[in-house]
C-alpha cells in the first residue's frame, strides 16, 4: 500500500503477532460528516476485513478533532448505512496506544489531516464529492447519497470503484451505473447458487488475493465484473469467487439467493 509518510508503496507488518491495530482519524468539520469522512471509515473497514480474512484479528479506534456531536453521529450513521463495522473504541485523538494496546500499526486519515504519530504505515486517502444539488441520487442515513434505487451500497461500490488514494466524484451518473452493477450481479449470484458448488481456478484465487493485498478494490471490482460472462469458468465457480470477495467487498452480493425472479 501507499505510505504517505515515504511516498512509496510499503506492506503492512503488524508489531503483534495476529494483531492489526487500525487509528482511523475522520477529517475535521464538516467534512467527516461527509463523503470522505465516509471514505475513510471505508478504507479501515477494508483494511480490517482483508486482515480477518487472512487470520489475523482487527482493531479499529475512531478518533475524532473539531468535529461536533452531531457531525460524529451523522458519521456514524452512514457508515452503519455501509455496512462498515463499528470501531472498537472511540477517541479524541491519534494517541491511541491505550486503547489499542501498543502504537497502531496503520493509520488511516484524509487527505491534508494530520496523523500526528511516528509508528506505522499513513494511508491518505483521497477527498469524495457527493452528487451535486438537483441530482436524482437519494440519501441514506446521515444525509450521504445512494443510488437511484435507494440502496446505500451503491456509495461504498461507487467509493471502491476509485483507487482510496484519489479524489472520487460520486456523479449522479456513477452512482447510477453502480446501482445497476450491484442489481445485476446479484441476480447472477443468485441464479449462479443453483448450480453444483466449484472451485475457484486458481488463477482466479490469486488475483483475488493478490488485489486486496494492495487494497485494490479498482482491481478487484474489474475482476469480478471479467468473470461475468465468462462462460469457461463454471457457474459454481463464479459463485464461490464473487461470495469470496463479497466478504472484503461487503455488497451483499448474495442477498438474492432464494428470491423469486423478476
Known sequence: ???????????????????????ARLPDGAAAAGVTGLR????????????????????????FGSQSSSQREAAERAADALGIHPPAARADSCDTQAWLG???????????????????????????QPPRAGSDAQAVPG??????????????????????????DLTGGVLARA????????????????????????RVAEAIEAAFGKLDTVSALSL?????????????????????????????LARDIGRPAG
Open 1 to 23: 500500500m501507499l505510505d504517505a509518510r515515504t511516498g512509496s508503496y510499503a506492506e503492512v507488518r503488524p508489531a503483534r503477532r495476529g494483531l492489526l491495530r487500525l487509528c
Open 40 to 63: 475513510v471509515l471505508l478504507v479501515a473497514d477494508l483494511l480490517a476485513r482483508t486482515a480477518e480474512l487472512g487470520g489475523l484479528q482487527a482493531v479499529t479506534v475512531l478518533t
Open 179 to 202: 446501482d445497476e452493477t450491484l442489481v445485476h450481479w446479484r441476480q447472477r449470484v443468485a441464479q449462479w447458487a443453483e448450480s453444483p458448488s466449484r472451485p475457484m481456478p486458481a
Open 224 to 252: 469480478l465484473g471479467g468473470l461475468v460472462p465468462e462462460a469457461s469458468v463454471p457457474a459454481g465457480a463464479r459463485f464461490e469467487a464473487f461470495v469470496y470477495a463479497d466478504r472484503i467487498l461487503g455488497l451483499d
Open 102 to 128: 501498543g502504537p497502531a500499526d496503520v493509520h488511516v486519515i484524509s487527505d491534508g489531516g494530520a496523523h500526528g504519530a511516528g509508528h506505522g504505515l499513513v494511508l491518505r486517502v483521497g477527498t469524495a
Open 143 to 168: 444525509g450521504l447519497p445512494a443510488g437511484q434505487a435507494g440502496d446505500a451500497l451503491a456509495v461504498r461500490f461507487a467509493l471502491m470503484s476509485v483507487p482510496y488514494h484519489q479524489p472520487a
